[in-house]
């Protein structure tokens, strides 16, 4: 049995003493805790004890709960999908994303009107309550069972100029990059990605285990001006996959000298 003398409640103690054993090796990933009895004889802890303990390491993303089949340690591997988020043209002047064919769509793609968030607002510089194209497509990775939940949202303005886009708004994000350079528009992107704690309904779409971040990915496509033409929304499990860039330098503006 190992001694509990540490500071604190009973229940961190033993929660503290499990997660040495899981970062020292002891608990190797991906194995079967101990049963609730084995722990208990364990840490000479009580029943409620341990399952406060468990509750715990589970908060903090250590252990996984599988109904049925009890309590297991978390993978420490890497994500088991790389995203390249570079952007390539084919010959013919179309736009590729590298990793754009790994996706098929687990249900049919929601078309939908809709109106600027705070957040949406911010990114393809609205006020609040414009009009939006909105689509919505949840994606899987056949290889691997990833999942993403993926949106497009064109402002009306857009749509309107480019009637293209109107009459089909629900397309892929590289076939709208496609349609605005058609139209005349000549493109570039930026790009942001952060990290949150999922909402319901993104739990229950990405199949996430406890204690798992989203990774929320938008890229917003400008034109020659610098005005935001459309946004793409990417999200998934932070333990599912990564995303990779390709950095290049920009040249340095060349300074004007007064004469």
């Not at 805790?33 to 084995?38: D, G, V, Y």
């Not at 570079?86 to 009107?113: C, L, N």
């Not at 994606?139 to 993926?150: F, N, V, W, Y």
């Not at 739990?203 to 610098?226: E, I, M």
């Given at each position: 049995?190992?001694?509990?003398?540490?500071?604190?409640?009973?229940?961190?103690?033993?929660?503290?003493?499990i997660?040495?054993?899981?970062?020292s090796?002891?608990?190797?990933?991906?194995?079967?805790?101990?049963?609730?009895?084995?722990?208990?004889?364990?840490?000479?802890v009580?029943?409620?004890?341990?399952?406060?303990?468990?509750?715990?390491?589970?908060?903090?993303g250590?252990?996984?709960?599988?109904?049925?089949?009890?309590?297991?340690?978390?993978?420490?591997g890497?994500?088991?999908?790389?995203?390249?988020?570079?952007?390539?043209?084919?010959?013919?002047?179309?736009?590729?994303?590298?990793?754009?064919?790994?996706?098929?769509?687990a249900?049919?793609?929601?078309?939908?009107?809709t109106?600027?968030?705070?957040?949406?607002g911010?990114?393809?510089?609205?006020?609040?309550?414009?009009?939006?194209?909105g689509?919505?497509?949840?994606?899987?990775?056949?290889?691997t069972?990833?999942?993403?939940m993926?949106?497009?949202?064109?402002p009306?303005?857009?749509?309107e100029?480019?009637?293209?886009?109107?009459?089909?708004?629900?397309?892929?994000?590289?076939?709208?990059?496609?349609?605005?350079?058609q139209?005349?528009?000549?493109?570039?992107w930026?790009?942001?990605?952060?990290?949150?704690?999922?909402?319901?309904?993104?739990?229950?779409?990405?199949?996430?285990?406890?204690a798992?971040?989203?990774?929320?990915?938008?890229?917003?496509?400008?034109?020659?001006?610098?005005?935001?033409?459309?946004?793409?929304?990417?999200?998934?499990?932070?333990?599912?996959?990564?995303?990779a860039?390709?950095?290049?330098?920009?040249?340095?503006?060349?300074r004007?000298?007064?004469?």
């Amino acid at each position: 049995m190992s001694e509990i003398q540490r500071p604190g409640a009973l229940y961190q103690q033993v929660a503290a003493a499990i997660r040495e054993a899981i970062l020292s090796g002891e608990f190797a990933p991906d194995s079967l805790l101990p049963s609730e009895a084995q722990l208990m004889t364990r840490y000479g802890v009580s029943r409620p004890t341990v399952r406060n303990a468990i509750a715990a390491l589970r908060a903090e993303g250590l252990i996984d709960v599988r109904h049925g089949k009890g309590s297991f340690v978390r993978s420490s591997g890497q994500p088991t999908l790389t995203l390249e988020r570079s952007i390539s043209h084919t010959r013919e002047g179309k736009f590729v994303m590298p990793t754009g064919d790994i996706w098929q769509e687990a249900e049919e793609p929601h078309t939908y009107r809709t109106r600027t968030t705070k957040s949406t607002g911010r990114l393809l510089q609205l006020g609040a309550e414009e009009a939006l194209f909105g689509c919505d497509r949840l994606l899987i990775d056949p290889s691997t069972g990833t999942r993403a939940m993926h949106r497009t949202l064109i402002p009306f303005e857009v749509a309107e100029a480019v009637p293209l886009l109107g009459e089909e708004p629900c397309k892929p994000a590289a076939a709208v990059d496609w349609v605005l350079t058609q139209a005349g528009h000549a493109l570039s992107w930026t790009e942001t990605v952060r990290a949150h704690m999922p909402l319901p309904d993104e739990r229950a779409a990405l199949q996430l285990p406890d204690a798992t971040p989203v990774l929320h990915v938008a890229r917003v496509a400008h034109n020659a001006g610098d005005r935001p033409l459309f946004l793409e929304e990417l999200r998934f499990g932070a333990d599912r996959a990564e995303l990779a860039y390709r950095i290049t330098a920009d040249k340095q503006p060349t300074r004007r000298t007064r004469a």
